[in-house]
């Protein structure tokens, strides 16, 4: 058997490879491009609205001697995903790894909910990771050389929140759209898995729902939320070569919220 073992020294070495993150001009995505920026990577920041926040992210990288390119696209759109696709080609030439972070997160009862904010969740999260998911792959298979996907999910993909029917619903979709294409695509040598993170600091999450962070703290045996690269670093290892023989596969990434006993 001829299996390619790459040296400790060169596994998280993203030199020479291509990275889209969607939905990174704000919030986590910009961690997660940040940090792949630092590995060396040429990345992709897209955004729908935030553009002054993608081309923080972008200049930033490429202060530090990296490459990175802004891509507003509405990935929740086929037209929007195969433009984020057409202009990464047309900045690069090639695609090797693909996070599918892209999503919203609003509050709403049951009861009172609209098939609008259903929907609008639900294409956000789930429709966005579909439609990206093909078109990257398509292109994975076109190069023939494989690649790496990585949805970032949650963990209310397994243990659902009050007030967020719609994006459970949409975060356990991703984690089965995940295994599926896992399976479907490994025969072009396309492993997909996921990240499920806990709670993640965000400017004024600690103002704006005090009480909710609390209680995250409490239930966490580390004690703390997440930072943006908590999770980046786990899609570090998931798109990178030391992640070779893994495929379908979620890492929870929660301080150890999820071992919390439910009864």
């Known amino acids: 058997m001829d299996i390619s073992i790459p040296p400790v020294s060169s596994l ?6 291509v990275v889209i993150v969607t939905g990174s001009g704000s919030g986590l995505g910009q961690g997660i491009a940040r940090r792949f920026g630092e590995a060396r990577a040429r990345v992709i920041v897209n955004y729908l609205h935030s553009a002054q ?3 923080d992210v972008a200049g930033g990288i490429r202060a530090r001697g990296g490459h990175a390119l802004t891509v507003q696209a509405d ?12 202009e990464t080609l047309k900045g690069f030439g090639r695609v090797d790894v693909l996070i599918n972070n892209a999503g919203i997160y609003p509050l709403a009862p049951f009861l009172e909910m609209t098939p609008e904010q259903w929907d609008d969740v639900v294409d956000a999260n789930l429709r966005s990771a579909f439609l990206c998911t093909q078109a990257v792959a398509k292109q ?5 050389s494989g690649g790496a996907i990585v949805n970032i999910t949650s963990i209310e993909a397994e243990n659902p929140a009050p007030l ?3 994006y459970n619903a ?4 991703m984690l089965m759209l995940t295994r599926s294409t896992a399976f479907e695509l ?3 040598n396309i492993r997909v898995n996921a990240v499920a993170p806990g709670l993640i600091w965000r400017e004024g999450i600690e103002q704006g729902w005090p009480d909710g962070v609390a209680r995250f703290k409490r239930t966490a045996p580390l004690a703390r939320l997440g930072m943006p690269e908590d999770v980046a670093d786990a899609c570090l290892f ?9 495929t379908g596969a979620s890492l929870t990434v929660d301080g150890g919220v999820m071992t919390h006993q439910i009864f």
Do not use: C, E
């Open 140 to 144: 994975f298979a076109a190069q023939g």
């Open 186 to 188: 490994g025969a072009h």
């Open 164 to 166: 967020h029917a719609h």
């Open 53 to 55: 926040g993608a081309q």
């Open 12 to 17: 998280f070495d993203f030199s020479g490879q």
């Open 238 to 246: 998931l798109a990178s070569s030391a992640a070779r023989w893994i």
């Open 75 to 86: 990935v929740t759109t086929p037209d929007g995903a195969a433009r984020l696709v057409d």
């Open 170 to 173: 949409a975060k356990g979709g």
